[in-house]
T-cell receptor, first 112, second 112 residues
Framework: EAQVTQNPRYLITVTGKKLTVTCSQNMNHEYMSWYRQDPGLGLRQIYYSMNVEVTDKGDVPEGYKVSRKEKRNFPLILESPSPNQTSLYFC???????????FGPGTRLTVT | GQQLNQSPQSMFIQEGEDVSMNCTSSSIFNTWLWYKQDPGEGPVLLIA?????ELTSNGRLTAQFGITRKDSFLNISASIPSDVGIYFCAGSRAGTASKLTFGTGTRLQVTL
């Protein structure tokens, strides 16, 4: 089954404790993105990747890092999480020649 | 970053009624997409539009790419309870397949 998976689905952590949210897709898609979703603000892009080792900032990249060492994986790293990064995070992927993004199930992160 | 304006923000309708929502932008997009998000899930692609003036259907859903390329419309005919959710529009510009700008969402609630 074609899908985008994220782990963990839920995470509660404390300020300053580094964490990684994993994202994997099995569709051989070139493009992958990370979004955060906050009430009243819709989905805002954090980072995106056009292929292995090619990443770029989205609209709200501060406080986040990403890497793309393999085509299928695109982890999101929070080196020093802060409470304002409490949010619902989505990973998405897009195939070449299409603009249609397919989303993962989401990771709900709470930073206390 | 820019966000697209969606209206209405929320709506209550009765089962069987038709629904209309729209999305506007101050700038041109080359692709318009409509997504639906169920509670606790990631957005799911409903319809993709690639040409100005294009009208595309998916079952009871019909979407149109505005002729000015600055807006799009989604209609749902004969609504049913499972239509409940949040509907997002998203726009993409040429050459940016991994970068979508999302609308603020329309929350649809259906009463029996």
């Amino acid at each position: 089954e074609a899908q985008v998976t994220q782990n963990p689905r839920y995470l509660i952590t404390v300020t300053g404790k580094k964490l990684t949210v994993t994202c994997s897709q099995n569709m051989n898609h070139e493009y992958m993105s990370w979004y955060r979703q906050d009430p009243g603000l819709g989905l805002r892009q954090i980072y995106y990747s056009m292929n292995v080792e090619v990443t770029d900032k989205g609209d709200v990249p501060e406080g986040y890092k990403v890497s793309r060492k393999e085509k299928r994986n695109f982890p999101l790293i929070l080196e020093s999480p802060s409470p304002n990064q409490t949010s619902l995070y989505f990973c998405a992927s897009t195939g070449t020649g299409t603009y249609e993004q397919y989303f993962g199930p989401g990771t709900r992160l709470t930073v206390t | 970053g820019q966000q697209l304006n969606q209206s209405p923000q929320s709506m209550f309708i009765q089962e069987g009624e038709d629904v209309s929502m729209n999305c506007t932008s101050s700038s041109i997009f080359n692709t318009w997409l409509w997504y639906k998000q169920d509670p606790g899930e990631g957005p799911v692609l409903l319809i993709a539009l690639y040409k100005a003036g294009e009208l595309t259907s998916n079952g009871r859903l019909t979407a149109q790419f505005g002729i000015t390329r600055k807006d799009s419309f989604l209609n749902i005919s004969a609504s049913i309870p499972s239509d409940v959710g949040i509907y997002f529009c998203a726009g993409s510009r040429a050459g940016t397949a991994s970068k979508l700008t999302f609308g603020t969402g329309t929350r649809l609630q259906v009463t029996l």
